[in-house]
Structure formats: structure tokens, C-alpha cells
């Protein structure tokens, strides 16, 4: 009996030996199947597209060529977008910072209860159809709007103003777009900031003002280069809003790819606006992502 | 503690600024003249009638969640397993492969449409459904990826190790021991997804086809050419909805997980 069961002991010994080698052996390619289907996809997809949409702009008959993308920056027309789309970019970032801190600030430090209620009022605009929050400001600029109503009824002006199709309506929606994204991408960093370090600021005859100044702005550097890089970008390549409230009277590099495809069929330079947002894109990104590294080690040499 | 007077102001503000806009909409949609107006003249709810009759949105509305739910499921199939084999195992070129997982956020919207449309819809010429769904399966997948990867990264396999001693086959661990255990992760992901594709417009814009359209573009042709009360009638039901998933996911997992 005794026998017996030591046999079946070495028997279920090797067996599961056995099965471990080879786990071990299939643990080298099992992730790679796993992984290939989603990777197979992407490349039909994604990539394959992409390629073949930009690649005619750069490959002609002649060989390597780059003259599609110079003639597009010869262009005053083009060149007007461009820097419309970086300077509209530029300014919400900036604005999104300027409000973004402060807001994010005093969310991180009310109760438990309020900041629960203020950061799903945060997240609920960006649960919010993009269509629906720049119709809300159609509503606000346009001629028949809330504000040229206001200052037509108690006579500040008489003619209504041209808000809507400007870049200022451009901005103050993408600002409406973009904030939420900075807020709550900040309050996450503010909370790591430890009350203490204010106290001691303040305990040692810091002014409020000079504690948020001197311990929180440092400290929350790198949140606001990781929300700068989603509201640059954002901003950047957003299509709804440039479109319902720019129009075609002041047109963003989105809104002239999609015009040039659809409306003119001019696939050439679509696929040069592709390339031109994408490359970008990749360098905002990767240039905000030096100098965070850079803040971060001098952080850590302060430390 | 913390607390400034100047720094409340602007947080007062800021989210007066987030919210007028939105209550305007809401105010507006119950007006009764032809044209959006504030403020508004007597109180009607013909708006929201003639919005749930319009055969346009209603089409648009089931086609963005049929879309959005089929097109975020085709991500979890592939992206769950996926984000188990990049954090269980130590895959060669694993930072690569989750970057190439996530591409299609770096990627512009309207990009990732334009050459869509060009290489499915023109080349391939595939139909306009297929075509929306694998556009939004595009942009769901780095939300998998990036969530339920993060649930699986904190999970501790030590269980899973245990259950395959025991003699659990693989698949099976995987399916009663990991699933269970980043669940909240998925439904997190879902949610997140989801959302993005129902609001997704520029590859919806792209994919769209004549008389099958997403409930954004269906909304933004329409607004083309009218301003009437019945786009605010949509926008409130929409942002109901959108409450309504709000309630959903604080009940269930708390809105910390999707923040």
C-alpha cells in the first residue's frame, strides 16, 4: 500500500517536472501569439494606411522628394493655417495652465466629500459630446447669441458683433475643450504635495501666496507639462471645434485636411497635412518629454 | 489649511465657465420659438418630440451604440490578452509593442479617418459598417491597453502560479483567477472606451456613408443648415445619458477609476 502510493507520488513528480519544462518552454513565443493578433490589426489598419496615404507624397517618379511639403510652406494660405493652428494651440495650453493650477488646487484641498462632487463636475464636460460643447457657444457668440442680445438690449452696441468664425471663438471653445483634461491631470499631482510641506512653509512666516508660489508651482511642473502635452495636442489636431465655431473663414489644419479631402478631392495635400500633424504631434510630445526628464533630475539632485 | 481667497475665485469661476454654457443649452431647448433664443419665450417640449421622431437621429443614435459596444467588445477581445502577456511575461521588445499598442492615440483623429477612409473605403472598398468599426476599434484599443494593463501590472500572479500547481490548465487560471481579479479594470476600460467612440467625430466623420451616419455627424449635418432647439433637445438627453453613466460607474467603482 505504502508502495503504492510513493509510486504514484514520483509518478505525479515527474509529471508535473514535465509540465513545468514545458511552460517554461512555451512562455518564449505563448505572449507573442498573443500579443500578434492586436499587433496584425494595428498593422492592417493602422499603419498600412498611414503608409500608403503618405507615401506618394514624399515618392514620385523622380525618386525621394521633398517638394510637395516645401511648396506647402511656400504658400501664404498654408502658412496662415499653420501658424493659426500653432499660435491657437499655444494660447489654450497657456490659458488651460493659468486656470488649470489654481482650480486644480483648490479641488485637491477641500474635504473628501467636495472633491469627490468637484471632480466628477470636472469629468463630466469631458464625458460630454465635443458637438454639444461648442454648440453651447455657438449659442453664446453667435449674432442672434446670448452676448449680442445682452449688449443690443441695454445699448452698448448697436449692430451685432462678429463673434462667431473668429479665432477668438476658436480659442474660447477649445479652452471650454481642453481645461477639464489640464484640471484633472493637475488635481492628481496636487494631492501628492504633502499639507506638511506647506505648513512648515507657512510656520516659518511664508504667506499663503509665497507657499503656493515657492512649494506648489515647482512641485507641480511636471503635471503641467504631461497636461500641456494633452492640451497642446489636443488642440492641435481637434476637428469639431475649429469646424463649428471657425468655420471656413478661419480654418485649422483639421478642418483644411478634411475640407481638402472631401470637399476638393485633393488628396495630395491631405496626406501632406497628415504628415505635417503627425510630425508635429511627435515632436511636441517628445520635446515636452526631454524637458520633464530634464525637471525630474533636478528635482532628484534637490533632493 | 489651503485655503486663499483669490485661488477659490478662480476655482468658482472656472466652473461657472464650465457649466453656464451647458445650462444655457438646457434652458433653450424648451423654447418655443423656431430659432435658438435667451432668453426664451414660453415653455414647450416639442423640441424633444421632434427630436425622438426624427428617423435621422434615432437611426444615427442606434448605429453610434451598436458601433461603440461592438467595436469596444472586438478591443477588449484583443487587447485583454494582450495586456496579460505584456505584464506577465518578459516579452523582448515589451516597451515597443505596448507603444505600437498605443499609437493610435498618437496618431490624429482626423489622420487616423482621412487614411482610413482612403484605404478601406476606397481601396479595399469595403462597406460603410465594417469600415466604422474597425476605425473605432482602432480608437478603443489604447484605452484597453492602457487600463486594463495597468490593473494587470498590480495584480499578483502568485495565485495564478498556485492555481497551474493544482493543476489548473492555463486558459482556465486565466479565466477563473486573472479575469475576476482585473474586472473592475475592464469594466473601467469599457466605460472609457465606449464613450470615446459614441463621441468620437473625425473618423466618424470619414467612415460615415449616405444614410448611415454616427449620432456626432448626424448631428453636425444637421446643424449645417438649421438652428432650432431641436440640437439643445438632443444635447440634453445626451447629457442625461451621460449622468446617467456617471451614476453607473461611482455605484459600482467609484469615478476615481475612470478619472
Redesign the interface.
Known amino acids: 500500500m505504502k508502495k503504492h502510493i510513493e509510486f504514484d507520488l514520483e509518478n505525479e513528480y515527474t509529471e508535473?517536472v514535465e509540465r513545468r519544462t514545458r511552460?517554461v518552454y512555451m512562455?518564449k513565443n505563448?505572449?507573442?501569439f498573443?500579443?500578434a493578433?492586436?499587433?496584425i490589426?494595428?498593422l492592417f489598419?493602422?499603419m498600412?494606411?498611414?503608409i500608403?496615404?503618405?507615401m506618394p507624397t514624399i515618392f514620385s517618379d523622380q525618386g525621394v522628394t521633398f517638394s510637395n511639403y516645401l511648396e506647402f510652406f511656400k504658400d501664404e494660405y498654408n502658412l496662415s493655417i499653420f501658424w493659426r493652428t500653432i499660435r491657437v494651440s499655444l494660447i489654450v495650453t497657456f490659458i488651460s495652465i493659468v486656470?488649470g493650477i489654481?482650480?486644480a488646487?483648490?479641488?485637491?484641498?477641500v474635504g473628501k466629500k467636495w472633491r469627490?462632487i468637484?471632480?466628477?463636475?470636472?469629468?463630466?464636460?469631458l464625458?460630454?459630446?465635443?458637438?454639444?460643447?461648442s454648440?453651447?457657444?455657438?449659442?453664446?457668440l453667435?449674432k442672434?447669441?446670448?452676448i449680442n442680445?445682452l449688449l443690443l438690449n441695454i445699448g452698448v452696441i448697436d449692430q451685432p458683433m462678429n463673434l462667431l468664425y473668429t479665432e477668438f471663438a476658436i480659442i474660447i471653445g477649445s479652452v471650454?475643450l481642453f481645461?477639464?483634461t489640464m484640471?484633472?491631470t493637475l488635481v492628481g499631482v496636487m494631492e501628492n504635495i504633502e499639507?506638511e510641506m506647506?505648513?512648515a512653509a507657512e510656520t516659518l512666516g511664508a504667506s499663503?501666496?509665497t507657499a503656493?508660489r515657492k512649494v506648489v508651482l515647482p512641485l507641480s511642473i511636471p503635471g503641467t507639462i504631461v497636461g500641456s502635452v494633452l492640451v497642446f495636442?489636443g488642440t492641435?489636431?481637434a476637428?469639431?471645434t475649429p469646424?463649428?465655431l471657425g468655420g471656413n473663414q478661419k480654418m485649422m489644419m483639421?478642418t483644411f485636411?478634411?475640407q481638402k479631402?472631401?470637399t476638393l478631392g485633393d488628396?495630395q495635400a491631405?496626406s501632406v497635412l497628415?504628415l505635417i500633424?503627425?510630425v508635429v504631434?511627435?515632436i511636441v510630445?517628445k520635446g515636452l518629454d526631454v524637458v520633464a526628464k530634464k525637471v525630474d533630475r533636478r528635482e532628484a539632485n534637490n533632493a | 489649511m489651503r485655503k486663499q481667497k483669490g485661488m477659490t475665485l478662480i476655482a468658482i469661476l472656472v466652473f461657472l465657465f464650465l457649466f453656464l454654457p451647458l445650462c444655457l443649452i438646457v434652458v433653450t431647448s424648451f423654447g418655443t420659438a423656431a430659432a435658438i433664443q435667451f432668453p426664451i419665450k414660453g415653455f414647450t417640449l416639442d423640441w424633444y418630440a421632434k427630436a425622438l421622431q426624427s428617423d435621422t437621429f434615432m437611426s444615427s443614435f442606434k448605429l453610434s451604440l451598436g458601433i461603440g459596444v461592438l467595436a469596444t467588445a472586438l478591443a477588449l477581445v484583443v487587447g485583454i490578452p494582450a495586456s496579460y502577456a505584456l505584464a506577465r511575461y518578459s516579452v523582448k521588445g515589451r516597451n515597443f509593442i505596448k507603444s505600437f499598442f498605443l499609437s493610435p492615440t498618437v496618431i490624429p483623429g482626423i489622420v487616423v479617418g482621412y487614411t482610413l477612409f482612403q484605404y478601406i473605403v476606397i481601396k479595399l472598398g469595403l462597406p460603410i459598417f465594417q469600415g466604422l468599426l474597425i476605425g473605432h476599434f482602432l480608437i478603443s484599443l489604447p484605452y484597453i491597453i492602457r487600463v486594463v494593463g495597468s490593473s494587470m501590472e498590480q495584480l499578483d500572479y502568485s495565485m495564478e502560479e498556485v492555481a497551474w500547481t493544482l493543476g489548473c490548465t492555463k486558459i482556465r487560471a486565466f479565466i477563473r483567477i486573472v479575469l475576476p481579479n482585473v474586472s473592475s479594470g475592464i469594466f473601467a476600460a469599457f466605460m472609457l472606451a465606449f464613450v470615446n467612440s459614441f463621441n468620437n467625430v473625425p473618423v466618424s466623420m470619414f467612415l460615415s456613408g449616405p444614410g448611415v451616419t454616427m449620432l456626432p455627424t448626424s448631428l453636425l449635418s444637421y446643424m449645417e443648415y438649421n438652428y432650432d432647439p431641436t440640437v439643445s433637445a438632443i444635447s440634453v438627453m445626451l447629457m442625461l445619458l451621460t449622468m446617467g453613466l456617471m451614476f453607473l460607474i461611482e455605484k459600482t467603482l467609484g469615478l476615481a477609476s475612470i478619472a
Open positions: 508535473s511552460s512562455n505563448v505572449p507573442y498573443i500579443v493578433p492586436g499587433m490589426l494595428l489598419f493602422l498600412i494606411p498611414l500608403t496615404s503618405i486656470l489654481p482650480t488646487y483648490y479641488i485637491a484641498g469627490g468637484l471632480m466628477a463636475m470636472t469629468l463630466f464636460p464625458l460630454t459630446n465635443s458637438v454639444i460643447r454648440f453651447a457657444w455657438i449659442n453664446i453667435g442672434t447669441g446670448v442680445t471650454y481645461l477639464p484640471i484633472m499639507g506647506l505648513e499663503p501666496f503656493f495636442t492641435l489636431t476637428y469639431t469646424q463649428l483639421s485636411l478634411y479631402a472631401n488628396w491631405a497628415a500633424m503627425i504631434t511627435l510630445m
